[in-house]
């Protein structure tokens, strides 16, 4: 029951099908049920209000595709699949066939992909929904909110509309600019270096405007300071890609301001990834934003269920199962791209290998074997269990409760010190110590340090992915070193069992068919 002990997120139940319909044209927000509640009158029901958006990065609903499970829907597993599915870090094998995975792992997705539509409709929902509450919040002073209060939902707010607005530039790279103010039907499409301006200026002006609690101060699974600075230092890491124009100075500058409240690494990096892992989550703790899971008060088919259950195999030893605690839920469907065991197994006792390999095959050579020799090797990053693998989150709740307790880590502190050697190296004139932050990655891990001259731009990618393999950051980095398109394959890419370049219009995704006629298309699609 740790999440009820902070705050309930979501306690207000989502109605997104009245959010971005399939519909074109349709970006208005609109109850849909004549009996609905639609005036708020107690501090209790603005909260609720107020808390339901971010229910939108946890619960299933939306506009979900005939043949999709509602689970496949949430905001964590469309975007995890968007960001790992499509790089070399985990497949899909042929034994899942629900629509729009062979397209995506084989890197031929068009369109028509459900997990685009998916991912895109819960991003515009999203902005919307935060647009909407910013349009009408100051009636809550009205009903007992105090001044602080209201300034306080509207400042989060504003960093979840970003937050969403800074997938949309990743992978969509166009969309609409949705803010509080009335714009009438459509709001105004921008491209991406539109986007990328107006959500860098909106984010700049909530972190001045002082209402952010910085995450020591701030309530459990909420944004604070330090995350709005985190959104803000990923998108000026990224600025040469989303804007035409690198910007290492201003994501260095952002980086430096987290550290003043969040500069400390957890002792053990498996911590961070079991059921217990919200004792790392926020208060000046690594994980500075996570999505929080609840097995027994939260239940969802997608989240870290996902990345359990979903790439547990019921093969493996009974010793194994216990020490993850799947119960019984092993669904037998995601697995390892080789180029990732290979990573890493570079360096010898590396303490973030969290790999079953039993007798599986290393490499994808039969991607419908789910058996004990089939293609590729499991990923047990993530565990039902806790840091002592007996761990009883739930009192005396059974363990083989199918719901995954591990919240979703965003965004980490290690990641920042990551990003502080590449902008040093890249030629970011204000950081001095990017180096010594890289060897402190290492040095968690149990690795030797590598002098100034090792630590190359290739050597940092090599490290991002051996410290945030399966986190939903590896398709954005292989774009920015520029290795995504050309310059390095991995297994299927392209479709092919040795992999092969890909056209370059990949970058982005397609817009979804269903919003092409408000939103365009972009080109190669």
Excluded at 32 to 45: A, G, I, R, S, V
Excluded at 120 to 140: H, M, N, P
Excluded at 478 to 486: D, M
Aim: hydrophobic fraction near 35%; aromatic fraction near 12%; glycine fraction near 10%.
């Amino acid at each position: 029951m740790k999440f009820f002990k902070y705050i309930a997120l979501g306690s207000m139940a989502l109605s997104l099908g009245a959010g971005v319909s399939s519909c074109t044209g349709d970006l208005d927000v609109e109850p849909d049920d004549p009996n609905k509640q639609t005036t708020l009158t107690t501090p209790q029901e603005w909260y609720g209000y107020f808390q339901s958006l971010y229910g939108n990065l946890l619960y299933e609903g939306g506009l979900t595709p005939a043949g999709v499970d509602g689970g496949a829907g949430t905001w964590m597993r469309c975007h995890w699949n968007l960001q790992e599915i499509t790089a070399d870090e985990a497949i899909i094998l042929n034994t899942w066939n629900d629509p729009g995975y062979a397209d995506l792992k084989y890197n031929t997705w068009m369109s028509d992909n459900t997990w685009e539509f998916m991912a895109y409709q819960r991003e515009a929902t999203s902005i919307k929904l935060c647009s909407e509450f910013l349009s009408k919040v100051d009636g809550a002073k009205a009903a007992g909110v105090s001044d602080e209060m209201v300034e306080q939902m509207k400042a989060e707010a504003r960093v979840l509309r970003a937050y969403c607005y800074y997938y949309m530039i990743d992978l969509f790279g166009r969309g609409p600019w949705i803010t509080d103010e009335p714009v009438g039907a459509e709001a105004p499409v921008y491209d991406r270096k539109q986007l990328f301006e107006a959500v860098t200026a909106e984010l700049t002006d909530v972190i001045n405007n002082g209402a952010l609690l910085d995450s020591k101060n701030q309530s459990y699974g909420r944004l604070s300071k330090q995350a709005a600075e985190m959104i803000l230092a990923k998108l000026y890491l990224n600025a040469e890609v989303y804007a035409g124009e690198a910007m290492y100075d201003k994501c260095a500058q952002w980086c430096q301001e987290i550290m003043k409240d969040t500069n400390v690494l957890a002792d053990e990096y498996k911590y961070l990834f079991c059921a217990t892992n919200d004792r790392y989550v926020g208060k000046g703790k690594e994980i500075i934003f996570a999505i929080p899971q609840d097995g027994t008060h939260m239940q969802t088919y997608g989240g870290t269920t996902y990345l359990t259950a979903g790439a547990y195999f019921g093969v493996v030893p009974d010793e194994l199962k216990q020490e993850l605690g799947a119960g019984g839920q092993e669904w037998g469907g995601l697995k390892m791209r080789p180029e990732l065991v290979d990573r890493l197994a570079t360096y010898p006792g590396d303490k973030r290998n969290l790999i079953y390999a039993g007798e599986f095959s290393k490499e994808l050579l039969d991607l419908a074997d789910n058996t004990a020799t089939g293609s590729g090797y499991m990923c047990i990053k993530y565990k039902y269990t806790g840091e002592d693998n007996y761990y009883n989150v739930g009192g005396d709740r059974d363990r083989a409760n199918v719901f995954c307790d591990t919240d979703y880590p965003v965004f980490r502190l290690a990641d920042v010190y990551l990003m502080l050697a590449e902008c040093q190296k890249r030629g970011a004139s204000n950081v001095t110590n990017g180096v010594e932050l890289f060897n402190k990655v290492r040095e968690r891990a149990g690795l030797a340090q590598l002098n100034a001259s090792e630590v190359t731009l290739d050597e940092i990618l090599n490290e991002r992915q051996r410290e945030l393999y399966w986190e939903g950051h590896r398709r954005s980095d292989l774009i920015r070193f520029g290795k995504y398109t050309t310059g390095y394959n991995w297994s299927w890419k392209g479709g092919v069992p040795e992999g092969r370049d890909i056209d370059s219009h990949r970058t982005v995704f397609a817009i979804p068919y269903q919003y092409v006629g408000t939103i365009g298309q972009n080109t190669g699609y």
